[in-house]
Each structure stands twice: as structure tokens, then as C-alpha cells.
């Protein structure tokens, strides 16, 4: 429970409104350590790197690791090194003996490094630690933005450079780049702990969430609002996958081959596991994929991982972040906590730079926010680990990798400035003024806030048994994941716009006006606050401003 809770309290507090578009920092050198056997099939990303902008360095794979980190900094001086890809699987097995069945040829071997927290919690004694490459100092904290292709042979490799070049090229702008899918699993630790868990799960959606952002939760918890019909758990987990979003994120158990189960009375039901992958078929939008789990990413499993078989699906994630061995709590929710923050809040332009400062910072802060304190004073106080916090957190820089490319640029939508104020003739219509960056196709909503529902969510104090009563799971774990009351669609060009939205009747309370702008080249998103009708909400005390019985503060994802 302790570490459900830990991780979901981690990314409650990394987002909030986000800052205007990132400007690109100057290109850099991207040094990938690549197989003869694989340079042709990389040849595509090469080119497509160097069309960038980027200065793209290819060396051999061959020797010692020691060898191969001196070819890394050989590469160009420290100051211009940004990038390093490592090209192709891990040679040695857990156990850092030999097990892989693809030749050495083909392999670029990990250094490993001695377990120091998780050992205590059934860990292996050792970890992969592709970190290692990247720290060009040898403090312990990488300075390149890292990350592992792992292919065993060319054509997977093709695979997925196809899937990295599709991604960035793509030119659908639709909703899904606004998306975020979260699937939390419960580990069947009792009726009290797993309600625990749901609360905390509740305040990730009412907090933790940019507005603009639409959010689907999963819950594998009989009990929750947010789960589906229980048989079908692992369907809806392969769904959210294969519906598209900016994000998939799972919060639980995991093992290299397999998620968590599902657990009822008498009865367990699989989420996700290697067998399930050849049913992911993400048409559009392939979500970058974030496993705050254990074990998801052992890239040095005998068999490949979870992580390595989703990356090189077709259908698949374009990218995996997980760890390769026991993951703990409070590291992994600051470490949440700084990826999302870089992600939502900074609007970092590329996913290996985000993850590079998460574990940055997640070693040394340059400040301390109050979140991050709160958080390191919980652990002090309820961790298993709690006098060995900073070595908990060195571990995790380890433990967690990006199983796919550090160089993938992060889309953000451009930000749409709103204001939303009644009618002063007709009480039912609610007018909607905003401008927008680029021409295209507006979706403008009337939402509730993330986590508030539009009915009275059902008691289940006992597990039902009769199909009928468990296919009416399905109907209101979409109502629960369903936020709109009212929505408008138009065309808008560069500049102002204005439209109209239809009230319900007895609305009252604090609700918010979405819109998504889907252009030809790019998107557009924004977010406004109103509250609505007489409700004990709207106070004088609250600071805002009031037009008639609304009020509205304006946010932005400026």
C-alpha cells in the first residue's frame, strides 16, 4: 500500500500549468553505440537526426564497456556530448553471466553495479547500469540524455526506427496528443488498503492533472468507480494502449514478463504480459509508456522483457520508461514527480532530456520545492528504507531506463487563451471567447474537474457474481472517465474566436471550459475555470471575479 501510495502522491504534485512552447536548446553531439550488423537499418535514424540539426556520431560496440565509454567521450568534447543510444540487447542474464541467445556481435553489454537499498526487499544483488556510459564526470549522476534500442536483429531494429520516424513525422494533430491513459493495479492487500489506494488515485485526478489534458483512468480494484468489468481488465489495459495518448501510465506490480493480477473474491485476472503484445495495435498516437512497476524493464532478462517486447511491436509504445530490477517507493514517486514536472510543467523538448534531469534532480536538487520536502519527510518517517534515502534515490538513476530513444521530440500543444461569461439575454448559454494560435477544427467542452463525477457512484461492499451485474461495471467506469456536459464544434482561424455553449438545467458549482484546436501542422489546447448556478462554491472570499451568477478565472497553458 505504502508504495501505491507513495508513487501516485509523486506525480499528484509534478504538474501544473505548463509555460509557453520550449525554445529548442542548440543542437548537440548524439553518439550511438551501434553493431556493424545493425548500421544499415540505423542509417534512417542517422539521417533523420542529422537533418535535425544534430552531429551524429556512430561507434563500434566491440570490447570491454570500459572501452566502449572511451570511444563515448572521445567522441567530441564533454561540453558538446548531449545524446548517447546504445544499439542493440544485453549479453549476460541477471545474474551478469552470459544468457542472451543473440551473438555478442549483436550486443552492447551493460557495466553493472552493486545493489545497495533493494537488495533487502528480494532484489538481485546487482544492477544493469546503462547510466554508467552517460556520466562524463564519474559523480555517480548521468550528463547525457540516454536511452536503449533494444533489438536482436536488423529487421527488428528496422521495426523500430520505422516506429521513432512515423511518430515525429506524423501530421495527425487529433485529440490524442492531448491524452493521458493511467492503469493503477492493486495487489490484493485488503479491503482497507486497496480503498486507500483508490483515494490516492482520486487525488491524482483531481490534482495532479493539467486541465487541458484529458485524462482515462483503469483501475484494477473491484471496489472503484474507475474499473471496468473485471473480466475484461486485461482487454481494457490492451484498449487504453491501443487508443492513443501522450502518455500511458501503470502504477503497481510487475515482474520482466508480466503485470500484476487482478484480484476477487475466488478469482484473479491478468492485466498485461509478453503473451498480450502481439494485440497492441496502436493505429495512431503510440503512447510513450511509464511503468512505475518492478522488473518491467529487465533488459538483461534471459528472455526479453516486457518493456523490449513492446518497444519492437509495430502497434507498440514508440518508447518504454521502467526499471530493471525492485523498484522502491519514495524514490520512484520523486522521481515520477520530476518527470512529469519536465514533461507538463517545463515542456522539455525531447524524452531523454526529461528523464535525464528527473534523475537529476532526483539526486541533487538544485532547490528543494515544499512537494519534494514533504515528500522526503514521509520517507524519513514510514519508508522501509528510511535511513537509507539518499542511496534509495542513487539506486533508482540505475534502475530506471528509457528503453527506446533519448533523441524522441515531445509535441506539446500550443497554448489557446479563453474567457467564458453567461449570456446576459438567455441564462442557458454560456459564451465562450478565446483565441487561437493556428486555424483548424476547435472542440470547445464544458467539463467537470478531473475527478468529480456526474452521478452517485455505486456502494460495492461485496463482489457481485451475476453477469449482468458485473457488465454494468463497463457502463460506469465510461461514465466515470466521461468529464463533458456539454460540447460545440467549429472552425476557427488564426486569432479570436467566439461561440456559444448550451447550459444544462441545475448546473452549479465550479466547472471548465476545454478547448482543442486540431490544425493541419499543429495543435492548440487551453483551459478556463467557471462556476455556475448558486452554489456555496462561489464566494466573494474566493478572489474571483463574478459575472452574474458565474465566475470565471482564466488559466492557460501559457
Same mark, same amino acid.
Given at each position: 500500500?505504502?508504495?501505491?501510495?507513495?508513487?501516485?502522491?509523486?506525480?499528484?504534485? #509534478?504538474?501544473?500549468?505548463?509555460?509557453?512552447?520550449?525554445?529548442?536548446?542548440?543542437?548537440?553531439?548524439?553518439?550511438?553505440?551501434?553493431?556493424?550488423?545493425?548500421?544499415?537499418?540505423?542509417?534512417? *535514424?542517422?539521417?533523420?537526426?542529422? =537533418?535535425?540539426?544534430?552531429?551524429?556520431?556512430?561507434?563500434?560496440?566491440?570490447?570491454?564497456?570500459?572501452?566502449?565509454? @572511451?570511444?563515448?567521450?572521445?567522441?567530441?568534447?564533454? !561540453?558538446?556530448?548531449?545524446?548517447?543510444?546504445?544499439? &542493440?540487447?544485453?549479453?549476460? %542474464? +541477471?545474474?551478469?553471466?552470459?544468457?542472451?541467445?543473440? #551473438?555478442?556481435?549483436?550486443?552492447?553489454?551493460?557495466?553493472?553495479?552493486?545493489?545497495?537499498?533493494?537488495?533487502?526487499?528480494?532484489?538481485?544483488?546487482?544492477?544493469?547500469?546503462?547510466?554508467?556510459?552517460?556520466?562524463?564526470?564519474?559523480?555517480?549522476?548521468?550528463?547525457?540524455?540516454?536511452?536503449?534500442?533494444?533489438?536482436?536483429?536488423?529487421? !527488428?531494429?528496422?521495426?523500430?526506427?520505422?516506429?521513432?520516424?512515423?511518430?515525429?513525422?506524423?501530421?495527425?494533430?487529433?485529440?490524442?496528443?492531448?491524452?493521458?491513459?493511467?492503469?493503477?493495479?492493486?495487489?490484493?492487500?485488503?479491503?482497507?488498503?486497496?480503498?486507500?489506494?483508490?483515494?490516492?488515485?482520486?487525488?491524482?485526478?483531481?490534482?495532479?492533472?493539467?486541465?487541458? $489534458?484529458?485524462?482515462?483512468?483503469?483501475?484494477?480494484?473491484?471496489?472503484?468507480? $474507475?474499473?471496468?468489468?473485471?473480466?475484461?481488465?486485461?482487454?481494457?489495459?490492451?484498449?487504453?494502449?491501443?487508443?492513443?495518448?501522450?502518455?500511458?501510465?501503470?502504477?503497481?506490480?510487475?515482474?520482466?514478463?508480466?503485470? &500484476?493480477? +487482478?484480484?476477487?473474491?475466488?478469482?484473479?485476472?491478468?492485466?498485461?504480459?509478453?503473451?498480450?503484445?502481439?494485440?497492441? =495495435?496502436?493505429?495512431?498516437?503510440?503512447?510513450?509508456?511509464?511503468?512505475?512497476?518492478?522488473?518491467?524493464?529487465?533488459?538483461?532478462?534471459?528472455?526479453?522483457?516486457?518493456?523490449?517486447?513492446?518497444?519492437?511491436? @509495430?502497434?507498440?509504445?514508440?518508447?518504454?520508461?521502467?526499471?530493471?530490477?525492485?523498484? +522502491?517507493?519514495?524514490?520512484?514517486?520523486?522521481?515520477?514527480? &520530476?518527470?512529469?514536472?519536465?514533461?507538463?510543467?517545463?515542456?522539455?523538448?525531447?524524452? %531523454?532530456?526529461?528523464?535525464?534531469?528527473?534523475?537529476?534532480?532526483?539526486?541533487?536538487?538544485?532547490?528543494?520545492?515544499?512537494?519534494?520536502?514533504?515528500?522526503?519527510?514521509? #520517507?524519513?518517517?514510514?519508508?522501509?528504507?528510511?535511513?537509507?534515502?539518499?542511496?534509495?534515490?542513487?539506486?533508482?538513476?540505475?534502475?530506471?531506463?528509457?528503453?527506446?530513444?533519448?533523441?524522441?521530440?515531445?509535441? $506539446?500543444?500550443?497554448?489557446?487563451?479563453?474567457?467564458?461569461?453567461?449570456?446576459?439575454?438567455?441564462?442557458?448559454?454560456?459564451?465562450?471567447?478565446?483565441?487561437?494560435?493556428?486555424?483548424?477544427?476547435?472542440?470547445?467542452?464544458?467539463?467537470?474537474?478531473?475527478?468529480?463525477?456526474?452521478?452517485?457512484?455505486?456502494?460495492?461492499?461485496? $463482489?457481485?457474481?451475476?453477469?449482468? #451485474?458485473?457488465?454494468?461495471?463497463?457502463?460506469?467506469?465510461?461514465?466515470?472517465?466521461?468529464?463533458?456536459? %456539454?460540447?460545440?464544434?467549429?472552425?476557427?482561424?488564426?486569432?479570436?474566436?467566439?461561440?456559444?455553449?448550451?447550459?444544462?438545467?441545475?448546473?452549479? %458549482?465550479?466547472?471548465?471550459?476545454?478547448?482543442?484546436?486540431?490544425?493541419?501542422?499543429?495543435?492548440?489546447?487551453? *483551459?478556463?475555470?467557471? @462556476?455556475?448556478?448558486?452554489?456555496?462554491?462561489?464566494?466573494?472570499?474566493?478572489?474571483?471575479?463574478?459575472? &452574474?451568477?458565474?465566475?470565471?478565472?482564466?488559466?492557460?497553458?501559457?
Amino acid at each position: 500500500m505504502r508504495a501505491a501510495l507513495f508513487i501516485l502522491l509523486g506525480l499528484t504534485v #509534478a504538474s501544473g500549468p505548463a509555460f509557453a512552447v520550449s525554445v529548442d536548446e542548440p543542437r548537440g553531439v548524439v553518439v550511438a553505440v551501434c553493431p556493424a550488423e545493425f548500421r544499415r537499418a540505423l542509417a534512417p *535514424w542517422v539521417s533523420h537526426r542529422k =537533418d535535425q540539426g544534430y552531429d551524429v556520431r556512430v561507434v563500434s560496440n566491440t570490447g570491454t564497456p570500459e572501452e566502449i565509454r @572511451r570511444r563515448i567521450r572521445q567522441s567530441a568534447p564533454a !561540453e558538446r556530448l548531449k545524446f548517447l543510444v546504445l544499439v &542493440g540487447d544485453i549479453p549476460t %542474464g +541477471m545474474d551478469g553471466k552470459p544468457a542472451k541467445s543473440a #551473438a555478442r556481435s549483436r550486443c552492447v553489454p551493460a557495466p553493472y553495479a552493486d545493489a545497495k537499498v533493494n537488495i533487502h526487499w528480494g532484489s538481485e544483488p546487482i544492477i544493469p547500469n546503462d547510466a554508467w556510459y552517460a556520466d562524463l564526470d564519474d559523480d555517480g549522476v548521468p550528463e547525457l540524455a540516454e536511452g536503449r534500442l533494444t533489438a536482436d536483429t536488423p529487421e !527488428e531494429l528496422k521495426q523500430i526506427v520505422d516506429k521513432i520516424l512515423a511518430y515525429e513525422r506524423s501530421t495527425d494533430f487529433g485529440s490524442w496528443r492531448r491524452q493521458l491513459n493511467f492503469v493503477a493495479g492493486v495487489g490484493g492487500f485488503g479491503a482497507l488498503a486497496d480503498m486507500a489506494i483508490d483515494s490516492a488515485a482520486r487525488y491524482l485526478l483531481t490534482k495532479g492533472i493539467p486541465a487541458d $489534458y484529458r485524462v482515462w483512468m483503469t483501475q484494477a480494484n473491484w471496489r472503484a468507480v $474507475y474499473c471496468p468489468d473485471p473480466r475484461n481488465i486485461n482487454q481494457a489495459t490492451i484498449d487504453r494502449l491501443n487508443d492513443g495518448a501522450v502518455f500511458w501510465t501503470y502504477i503497481g506490480h510487475g515482474n520482466p514478463q508480466r503485470l &500484476g493480477y +487482478m484480484h476477487v473474491p475466488g478469482k484473479r485476472y491478468s492485466l498485461l504480459a509478453t503473451r498480450d503484445v502481439p494485440r497492441l =495495435d496502436a493505429q495512431r498516437g503510440p503512447s510513450i509508456a511509464l511503468f512505475l512497476a518492478c522488473y518491467v524493464g529487465a533488459i538483461d532478462n534471459r528472455s526479453d522483457c516486457l518493456a523490449e517486447e513492446m518497444l519492437r511491436q @509495430r502497434g507498440g509504445p514508440v518508447a518504454v520508461v521502467a526499471s530493471s530490477r525492485v523498484a +522502491m517507493p519514495y524514490a520512484m514517486a520523486v522521481m515520477g514527480m &520530476g518527470l512529469m514536472e519536465q514533461c507538463f510543467e517545463r515542456r522539455t523538448a525531447t524524452l %531523454g532530456e526529461a528523464l535525464l534531469q528527473a534523475k537529476r534532480t532526483l539526486v541533487n536538487p538544485a532547490k528543494k520545492s515544499e512537494v519534494r520536502t514533504m515528500l522526503d519527510t514521509m #520517507a524519513s518517517l514510514v519508508s522501509p528504507s528510511a535511513s537509507k534515502l539518499e542511496d534509495e534515490r542513487a539506486e533508482h538513476v540505475m534502475l530506471f531506463n528509457l528503453i527506446g530513444d533519448p533523441c524522441l521530440r515531445i509535441r $506539446y500543444p500550443q497554448p489557446v487563451t479563453l474567457l467564458a461569461t453567461p449570456s446576459e439575454s438567455d441564462p442557458t448559454k454560456l459564451i465562450v471567447e478565446g483565441r487561437s494560435p493556428i486555424a483548424g477544427r476547435a472542440v470547445i467542452e464544458l467539463v467537470r474537474p478531473l475527478g468529480r463525477l456526474g452521478f452517485t457512484p455505486p456502494r460495492r461492499s461485496q $463482489y457481485p457474481k451475476s453477469p449482468e #451485474a458485473l457488465a454494468e461495471y463497463e457502463l460506469v467506469y465510461r461514465s466515470a472517465n466521461d468529464q463533458r456536459v %456539454g460540447t460545440i464544434e467549429l472552425r476557427v482561424a488564426p486569432g479570436a474566436f467566439r461561440t456559444e455553449l448550451e447550459l444544462p438545467n441545475d448546473l452549479a %458549482g465550479t466547472y471548465q471550459v476545454h478547448a482543442f484546436v486540431e490544425g493541419k501542422e499543429d495543435c492548440a489546447s487551453g *483551459w478556463v475555470d467557471v @462556476r455556475l448556478g448558486k452554489s456555496p462554491e462561489a464566494s466573494e472570499s474566493s478572489g474571483e471575479k463574478t459575472v &452574474g451568477q458565474t465566475m470565471t478565472r482564466g488559466k492557460t497553458t501559457q
